[in-house]
């Protein structure tokens, strides 16, 4: 089956008011700013989609990206472990104004939970944040002699990914860092959409380089130069681009 997307906006058109929406990438690496963009795109022009739950590393950084999304006014509830990174204004500015919620989650954590969505294991036990706030009304149990907290899964409707190389039937790598949450999300969410640097024929990738298989992805788009989110941040970018 051919997965390409003729373009970004056909890429974001399935996402919905409310849906949960993972994002990939840890920092800028690994971050599909180009989706991202298109989902804003799309807003600006119909009004949705709104009512977000987001799925993502950290919190955004400056005025592009995951930050921008949040600037429209696009999410309501973001789930991350690292909201406090480089410049996150926007998504802090929100918080303290009381116009997004935050669920706060380990890292390891958080990756072991959107892991266990993709595996369909409901519920799994550690001993990360037993005993602080981030514990309460949670289940306990002794292992060993040791308390455990349990935490459920983590699964999407929608998974924005970023890849290095994808073919026509989705098969995917990455480059270096920025393979991060990607893979794991791309099992966890109903519909995978993912922007790769260059769209290959199949049986071009060797199969033993593939990191995450075509059956996860629903939808490849090419971005033959991707965006680096902190290459943007340096220049003081913005988007949707404020007029002077």
Not at 6 to 17: F, Y
Not at 57 to 74: C, D, K, P, T
Not at 210 to 218: A, D, E, L, S, W
């Amino acid at each position: 089956m051919d997965k390409t997307l003729p373009d970004l906006a056909t890429a974001v058109a399935g996402i919905q008011d409310g849906m949960t929406v993972m994002i990939g990438g840890f920092g800028g690496s690994g971050a599909p700013i180009e989706l991202i963009h298109a989902l804003i795109d799309r807003f600006h022009a119909t009004g949705h989609p709104r009512d977000l739950t987001v799925v993502n590393n950290n919190a955004g950084n400056g005025h592009i990206g995951l930050a921008a999304l949040i600037e429209a006014g696009m999410v309501c509830k973001l789930i991350c472990s690292f909201p406090r990174s480089v410049d996150p204004v926007v998504f802090t500015d929100r918080y303290l104004a009381g116009q997004i919620e935050l669920e706060l989650v380990p890292q390891g954590t958080l990756a072991e939970r959107i892991r266990a969505g993709g595996a369909g294991i409901p519920a799994f036990y550690t001993p990360t944040s037993y005993g602080t706030d981030l514990a309460k009304g949670k289940p306990v149990e002794m292992f060993e002699g040791r308390p455990y907290l349990q935490e459920r899964w983590l699964k999407a409707d929608y998974a924005l990914i970023k890849a290095h190389l994808g073919d026509r039937l989705g098969n995917l790598t990455y480059r270096m860092a920025a393979r991060n949450f990607n893979p794991l999300m791309c099992m966890a969410a109903t519909t995978t959409i993912v922007q790769v640097s260059r769209i290959m024929a199949p049986g071009s990738i060797d199969p033993e380089a593939v990191i995450t298989p075509g059956i996860f992805v629903q939808g490849v788009v090419q971005v033959e130069n991707p965006a680096q989110e902190e290459t943007l941040n340096r220049a003081n970018a913005r988007y949707p681009q404020v007029a002077e």
